[in-house]
Structure formats: structure tokens, C-alpha cells
């Protein structure tokens, strides 16, 4: 553990088949009226929605419907949210569903009653909140983005052409969440593969970074191979509870800020992702899936030791009479292996990245200065190119 | 992840050589009364005492001084703290020190304002507090015990003959944590090996129980080997940094209730160690010590599967061509190499149990009914037995 830094978490996790049991002693510690915030109509489906009314006309709230909310939540939206906020004196904001409308929920939270312009504070300038806040509550129908135990808040600005990230403190976590995995049964196929790897790409990006010898990395590991252990089983039989639970976890823990604990970040596939889904639209967890390789074999060279420890620890190659970067590149391949073995995309051509719009995609990249190796524009498009 | 279960933990963690730079601005969310609870002279001497008082002057406080918390505190003290607290009206009590001035901390937290008996209440009925309590903030010293990020209180009532641990809920864990690793470099090398002990304890308690497959498991296995790693560069080298801030971030995850959710737990090795504590007045993680091999190899045929594991994802023992059996027991092999490098006390006779007081010793020992074996009275005494 290097450096000076600190953890708070204050979101309460209620996980398991009976986790709604909790949701109406939870809605009793706020007030009156509850915005109910989730996206299309699967939650309908699936019966999540008329248990959260329930719940709520339980708990003697008055529900002001939200629905709507988009896979790459735009900032359009979170004004009109915002609006339904402050029209509404909204006590509690309920987001039920993935991460999209957690994040979204966030977004509205801190820009409701915020006097500036919210996209500039926040997004462009990162700053914090001073306004007031609304509380939040999930209730979390599928794995991956880590959004319920976290301040993270990805918004899509289309006028302005940027999707970018901004992480909240935690006075904008979640209250409270509920995690039911049966509840995370009902996503599509190409949607829970998805969050797989949105998941081992959180891992991953905050594995690799730094030099020291630190205990996070190790959890880390852990969480790594709890991941492919168990996501390699619901790929094949999605009803496997225990593994759809495992996974559940370890995508909570995967992005709530624990892992960065006395660890830089790189994070910059993610930068590279949202670039591809400003422009294409295409599933988060699916843009990392195809520009992870290409990004990871670029940097390898940089980073070698912990890609040395990343193949023996997590995928278990034996080092024995390799060189170091033999050992990184069976590690890699591993890693490849696993993800066309749990279907995820290869390319960002099967995601409608194409030579046309490529420039567009490498442009709206934003280049971090922190990981291994701070990129130029020009390896962005090489990257961008070899994942096509 | 089997079974319902919930994961609150708000305590704050500042972690780092500048930590204490944050306990001014902590401590004025709190009122003016401030009891300062620690032990013997050590922090005196070390000067994180006086560190501790400038931030105090500077917050404004008034300061309670209560000095003379002992390695295994008693209920005779908790009650004078009870009573120190009442007659000052105290707003927060800041415990210096190691785990036993943060277990003595919550228990005066709950017993100084409780109408019934509170060691009935608590250690004996395990109840939890329905009266007011006193928010408790923490300056760790010692790593080892976790309780600056739990509800745990062990507490020794002589009178009665027990030593006792109560877990106590969310709202009795300290508010924050200062957690500067330099802090723990003027414990004596006995005390420091202990807390080692006491750490790998903890993780294995929670790891050897249930049959499920857990995320949790891999993050135990994560912890276990940051651990193992980090100790050995601290027990050959107190004075490097980087391992005993690992050994210190490691042993506060290794018991703040995140490596039992989805778990059961066993916790019996703690119980024996316990039995141990009151006789002898042993230190704690050496009492664990002396008595977990004898422990484990009694129950390695009960939960054959977790042993295994251990051996193989912990102490990286090759399996192939080997009985579950052999590799278990190489398992422990290790573990038992490890204990002796690293140098805690291998025999309970080191300690002070002897053919006179082994009875006393066995007579006070809680049986657990959980783990995978519930021990009966003979099987207790033949564990004792062979830790001499």
C-alpha cells in the first residue's frame, strides 16, 4: 500500500432471494414522495417493477413515474429528470435497474438543484456538489457496472458529442441497494456477457497500474478468478444461481473503490470504449470487450512484471523456463481464450465501428496521463484499427 | 454467494503517513467532550500521544483522559469508563491504541447509558443496545484485531470467569479510523508477530466453513497471501514500510464483516484461545497460535475440500499425483512453516497453561455449533492437550 489516500463507503447492501423483503423498512427512512427511475419495459416483464410498487405502496409513498431511461443515459434526459425533481420536491430517487439508470439517478441527484451549468461543473470540470443532494436508492436487475455501490456517473451529451464519466463522492452513493441475483436472470444473453466483461474490465483497470507490492492487488486476483471461474459456468447455464450470485458480488466489489486503495488506475479502455459508444451506441461491456486486446498487447511491454504476475496468479501459467514477456503474452492469450469462450465481441467492427466513422471514434477519445504508457493520437488509432 | 445477508460498513478510513492531517477536521463533526482512551505508556513514548492532543487543542475539545486500558480488558474497567463518560457527558470517545482500547471503547459505547446489566445484556444474552450511545473514533497502533472497522468488543469478566466476545451492529463501529502504518513500528516484535497471528486467524476462522462456491473465498485466498508475503518481509524487517502497511490494510479486511457474507464462519480456534487468555493472561494472537495447528488437524478430514483448496490457492502445493489427504496436509505443513519463520509461540506450555490449570482452561471454553465439526468436551481437551 503506497501513499496517503482514504475508503468510505456508507451504501447498505442487501444481497439474496430475499433481498426486497428490506426495501419497505429502507423507504421509511425518507420522505414522502419517491421518484421511480428505470428504462424500458423489462423490469415490467419480469415482475421487478410491481414488486417495487408494492413495496412503495407499503411504505405509503407517493410515486412519481420515471421511465425511460436509455443504455447510454444522455444528459437530455437527466434534465428532463431533473425538472420532475424539483416539480415534484422529490424525497428519493429509486433507480431500478442496471447501471445506466443508477448512474443516471446520480446525474439527477447532484444536477436537480445545482445553480451552474451541471454538464461544465461536473463532467467537463469535475468539480463536486455544493447544492443540495437527493437520496438514492437501487435496486439492481443487472451485473456489471458497479454503479450501486459507487458515485460513478457516465452521461452521454450528444450536442456536445462527448460521453464522458464523472465519480461522485460518497455522499452521493446509494443509500441502500438491492441485490438479488434471480433478478439478474431475466437480462438477455448479449446483455449479461456484456456485463462479464464490463466487470473484468474494471479489474483490469485498476490492476494495471503502479509498481508496488500491494494487498489490493491481490483481492483483486481474487475477484479476477472468482469472475472467470463463475462467469465461465452462467455462460453456459444463465438459471446457475450460485453462479449469477458470485458474479453479482463481484461485480459490487470489482468498482466500489476499494480496488483503487493504494493504486494508481489506467482506465483508459474505458476512454477508448466510450468513444465507440458516443458513436456507435454499442453495449458498454461489448466496446471494452473489442478494444481490450489490442490496448492491452500495446502496453504489455510497459507493465511487464505485473503482466508476468497476472498470467501466473489469475490464469495459473507456469513460468518456468519462459521469458517474462512469454509468460505476459500466454497470460494474454488466456485472457482471449476466456472471452470467446464466455462470447463476447472480438471487434469493434461487429459494433459498427467502421473506416468511416473511425476518425470520429479515435477524436472522441479522451487520452488519460496515468497507467503504463500515456498514448499518443497516433497509437489511439493504431489500437483502434487493430480492433477492428 | 449462498443465502441472504447484508453488508453495512459507514467507518471512515484514512490511511497513510499523513492520515492524522484528517483527525482535526474529523473530530469537529463531533461535540466538545472528548474521553481519550488508551492503554499503558507506549503511545506516550512514541509520540502519537501528543500528535493526538495537538489536533484535540486545535479541534477546541475538552479531553477526559482515561489511561490504563489493559491487553485484555476487563468489565471492572469498562464500568469506570461507564461511569467516566456519564459524569462528563462525553460526545466521542477516541480510543489510541491497539484492539483492545477500541474493544474496551464500544463496550463502554454501549454500556454507559444502559439500564440493564450490560454484561448480561451483551456478552451474555447477546443483545443489542436500545439506549444512547457514544460515537467512538479510532488512532490505530497495533494491526492485528480489525476492531477498528467492526462491532467486535472481547471483553474479560474475572469475577464471572469468562472472557467474551460480543459483535455489536453498524452503528457501534468507530465513525473513522487513522490508520498511519508507521504507528505500528514501535510495537515490540512479540506483540507485532502476534498481530500477524491474529490476522491469519481471522481469515482462517471465516475460510474454513460451508461447502458453497463464494467470491468470497478468492478474496479471502487474496488476503491470506498478501498476508503471508508481507509478514515474512516484516518479521525479518520491522522497519519496511511497504509490508507492514500491507500487513495493516490486510488485517482491517480480514474482519470488518466482508469475509463472512455468503459465508458461515467457525471461530472456534478463538474460542479455545479465549479459555486460554483468562487463565493465563496470554497474548491474544499467540493464544490462537498455540493452539490452531492441533485444532486444524482435528478437523481436516471434516472439511477435506477447503483444506485442499487452502493448500493449493494459498501455499501453492501441487496436487497432481497426491490424495486430497496429502495435499491437505501439506496445506498445513506450510501453514506450520510459516508460523515457525515467521516466529510465533508454538506450545500453550509457553504461555502458562499447565496439567494444573488445563482443566480451568478446558472448562471455559465456548463450543461452537458450527464449522465443520462441533467439538465435544473430549475433543477440546485432546486439542489442549496436544498444544502443550
Known amino acids: 500500500m503506497q501513499g496517503n489516500f482514504?475508503?468510505?463507503?456508507?451504501?447498505?447492501?442487501?444481497?439474496?432471494?430475499?433481498?426486497?423483503?428490506?426495501?419497505?423498512?429502507?423507504l421509511r427512512s425518507y420522505g414522502k414522495v419517491v421518484m421511480l427511475s428505470y428504462g424500458g419495459g423489462s423490469v415490467k416483464r419480469n415482475g421487478v417493477y410491481d414488486a417495487v410498487i408494492a413495496a412503495l405502496k407499503e411504505a405509503g409513498k407517493t410515486v412519481v413515474e420515471d421511465p425511460g431511461v436509455m443504455p447510454n443515459p444522455t444528459y437530455e434526459k437527466v434534465l428532463e429528470g431533473?425538472?420532475?425533481?424539483?416539480?415534484?420536491?422529490?424525497?428519493?430517487?429509486?433507480?431500478?435497474?442496471?447501471?445506466?439508470?443508477?448512474?443516471?439517478?446520480?446525474?439527477?441527484?447532484?444536477?436537480?438543484?445545482c445553480v451552474e451549468?451541471?454538464?461544465?461543473?461536473?463532467?467537463?470540470?469535475?468539480?463536486?456538489?455544493?447544492?443540495?443532494?437527493?437520496?438514492?436508492?437501487?435496486?439492481?436487475?443487472?451485473?456489471?457496472?458497479?454503479?450501486?455501490m459507487n458515485g460513478g456517473s457516465v452521461i452521454t451529451n450528444r450536442k456536445e458529442g462527448f460521453k464522458r464519466g464523472k465519480v461522485f463522492g460518497s455522499e452521493l452513493f446509494p443509500k441502500f441497494t438491492i441485490l438479488n441475483p434471480r433478478f439478474t436472470m431475466t437480462v438477455p444473453h448479449?446483455?449479461?456477457?456484456?456485463?462479464?466483461?464490463d466487470i473484468m474490465s474494471h479489474l483490469m483497470e485498476q490492476y494495471f497500474a503502479g509498481k508496488a507490492d500491494?494487498?489490493?492487488?491481490?483481492?483483486?486476483?481474487?475477484?479476477m478468478r472468482s469472475l472467470v471461474h463463475s462467469s465461465r459456468i452462467a455462460a453456459k447455464n444463465p438459471q446457475d444461481y450460485e453462479a449469477r450470485a458470485n458474479v453479482m458480488w463481484t461485480a459490487t466489489w470489482a468498482l466500489n473503490t476499494l480496488l483503487k486503495c493504494g493504486k494508481g488506475g489506467d482506465w483508459e479502455v474505458h476512454q477508448i470504449g466510450h468513444a465507440i459508444g458516443l458513436v456507435t451506441d454499442a453495449t458498454h461491456g461489448m466496446?471494452?470487450?473489442s478494444v481490450s486486446l489490442p490496448y492491452y498487447r500495446h502496453v504489455m511491454r510497459d507493465g511487464l512484471h505485473q503482466f508476468v504476475r497476472f498470467a501466473v496468479n489469475v490464469w495459473g501459467v507456469r513460468p518456468e523456463g519462459k521469458s517474462d514477456e512469454q509468460v505476459a503474452t500466454e497470460g494474454l492469450g488466456c485472457l482471449e481464450a476466456w472471452m470467446k469462450e464466455i462470447g463476447v465481441v472480438m471487434h469493434s467492427s461487429e459494433l459498427g465501428v467502421t473506416e468511416q466513422n473511425l476518425q470520429q471514434v479515435a477524436d472522441a477519445v479522451l487520452i488519460l496521463p496515468v497507467g503504463y504508457r500515456t498514448l499518443t493520437r497516433e497509437e489511439v488509432m493504431e489500437i483502434l484499427k487493430e480492433s477492428m
Open 117 to 148: 451549468d451541471p454538464w461544465t461543473k461536473y463532467w467537463v470540470k469535475q468539480g463536486s456538489p455544493d447544492c443540495k443532494t437527493v437520496p438514492i436508492g437501487t435496486v439492481l436487475t443487472m451485473a456489471g457496472t458497479g454503479s450501486e
Open 82 to 113: 431533473c425538472k420532475l425533481v424539483r416539480d415534484n420536491s422529490v424525497d428519493l430517487i429509486l433507480a431500478v435497474g442496471g447501471g445506466s439508470t443508477i448512474d443516471y439517478a446520480k446525474a439527477v441527484s447532484a444536477s436537480a438543484y
Open 287 to 289: 466496446t471494452l470487450a
Open 6 to 26: 482514504s475508503y468510505h463507503n456508507p451504501t447498505k447492501l442487501y444481497f439474496g432471494e430475499d433481498a426486497m423483503s428490506h426495501l419497505v423498512n429502507e
Open 214 to 223: 500491494c494487498t489490493t492487488d491481490y483481492i483483486n486476483e481474487g475477484l
Open 190 to 197: 448479449y446483455q449479461m456477457v456484456a456485463g462479464f466483461f
